[in-house]
Structures are given as structure tokens and as C-alpha cells.
């Protein structure tokens, strides 16, 4: 089953702002994973942040993590063309290695 | 980086077939791999887990004599649709948990799936 709900489910900006996309759960997880795919093809991981992180960062990426209301948020700063992709948030149920995926969000970055 | 391959990336058959597909953990061994299902423009859906050396345990839902998953070395899990309809059409993409990362899963490119 899907627990993950993503917010919003596309989003259309300019080259070089900043995109922000959000992400609810609702288990106990041990880890939540962001990915990124490109029109039909595989997935790409982006960023892991575990339930006792707060917050992560890589390159352009920030993962926020607040586990008391069960939502991540990734932020792309200054985003380019080539960001254009759907971006997934993951999440491990406590006890399974199996991730459950959000719904998506479908990323246009205009030049 | 580990690099997981998938074969055929891309099958169109007859209604009534069945197709295989491998995934190929390339540079790490897996004893877990995963396999989803994903519809144009939705999330991916996990199908099944598939244990190297045992069987599968399947997602609710998911007919386990439609699709027969197969995890026969640490390296290699094969997902096949048997007696493949059109409503089977979809991208299928698999994914490796290393054995030393086990919270990482590593995912293949995806086989897009045609059943005329």
C-alpha cells in the first residue's frame, strides 16, 4: 500500500528558483529516501535521512524530517533544466526493508 | 556506485505469452531484491520481495502464479508474467538491497512491458 503522500503533485517554476516539495507518512519508519526519475526510466537516490536526523544536506538538496507530524520536505536550490524529473519520497516501515513509495511530484523547471 | 541491469529494457508480445525479466545485481550481492510496477505518470507499486534461495512474498493483491519471481543466486532475481494480457502493459523496475547496506536499495533502469 502507498502511505506516502506528496505535495504538490507537480510543480512549474523558472531556471534558478528554488523548488520545495513535500512529503507525508504515516508509520513509525526508520529511514526516509528521496529519488528522482526521469521520464521513463529507473530511479536515482537522491538522499537518505535517518528518523533521528533532522535535517541533511547534499549539493543543491536540503531533506528536512520532522517525525513528530510525519512529513519530510526536499528543497532544490537554484534549480536547473536538467532537475526536471518526477521526485519520489520512500519510507522503510520499522521492521521491513521493503519501501513504501509517495505518489510523486512532477517537477517542470522552464529556462 | 552498485549498478543493478535489467533485461529486456524494452518487450512487446503477443497476448497469451508469458515474458521474463532479469535483474542483475552487476557489483554487489543481494539478498533481498525488490520488484514494482509502476502505471504512466503514478508511483511505483511494490509487487514483491523476493529473498535469494526462497520464495517470494507477495504484496496484497498481486497473484503470485500471474507473476512468478524467481531469486536463484545473490546476483539475479527474474520476474515472469505468465499468460501476459494487455492490462499486464506497464514499466516494471526491480531493485538490489546490498548485503552490507541493507537500508540502501539500488534500482534498475525498469523493462517497459507491451502485451498486444
Known amino acids: 500500500s502507498q502511505q506516502g503522500e506528496e505535495d504538490p503533485q507537480a510543480l512549474s517554476i523558472q531556471e534558478g528558483e528554488n523548488a520545495t516539495m513535500n512529503c507525508s507518512y504515516k508509520?513509525?519508519?526508520?529511514?526516509l529516501q528521496w529519488y528522482r526519475q526521469n521520464s521513463g526510466r529507473g530511479l536515482v537516490h537522491l538522499i537518505l535521512i535517518r528518523s533521528n536526523e533532522r535535517e541533511k544536506h547534499s549539493g543543491r538538496l536540503r531533506v528536512t524530517l520532522d517525525t513528530s507530524k510525519k512529513s519530510s520536505s526536499l528543497l532544490i536550490t537554484a534549480s536547473r533544466a536538467a532537475d526536471t524529473a518526477s521526485y519520489f519520497c520512500?519510507?522503510?516501515?520499522?521492521?521491513?526493508?521493503?519501501?513504501?513509495f509517495g505518489q510523486g511530484t512532477r517537477l517542470t523547471i522552464n529556462p | 556506485g552498485a549498478v543493478v541491469s535489467q533485461h529486456p529494457s524494452r518487450v512487446i508480445c503477443k497476448s497469451g505469452t508469458s515474458v521474463k525479466i532479469e535483474c542483475r545485481s552487476l557489483?554487489?550481492?543481494?539478498?533481498?531484491m525488490f520488484w514494482y510496477r509502476q502505471f504512466p505518470k503514478k508511483s511505483l507499486m511494490l509487487m514483491a520481495t523476493?529473498?535469494?534461495?526462497?520464495?517470494?512474498?507477495?504484496e496484497q493483491g498481486v497473484e503470485k502464479d500471474k507473476f512468478l519471481i524467481n531469486h536463484a543466486s545473490l546476483t539475479l532475481s527474474t520476474l515472469t508474467v505468465t499468460s501476459a494480457h494487455p492490462e499486464d502493459s506497464s514499466f516494471y523496475i526491480c531493485s538490489a538491497g546490498a548485503l552490507t547496506r541493507q537500508e540502501t536499495q539500488y534500482f534498475g533502469p525498469g523493462t517497459r512491458l507491451l502485451v498486444l
Open positions: 520512500a519510507t522503510d516501515e520499522r521492521g521491513a526493508q521493503k519501501l513504501v
Open positions: 557489483d554487489f550481492q543481494a539478498t533481498t
Open positions: 523476493s529473498n535469494e534461495g526462497s520464495k517470494a512474498t507477495y
Open positions: 508509520t513509525s519508519i526508520n529511514n
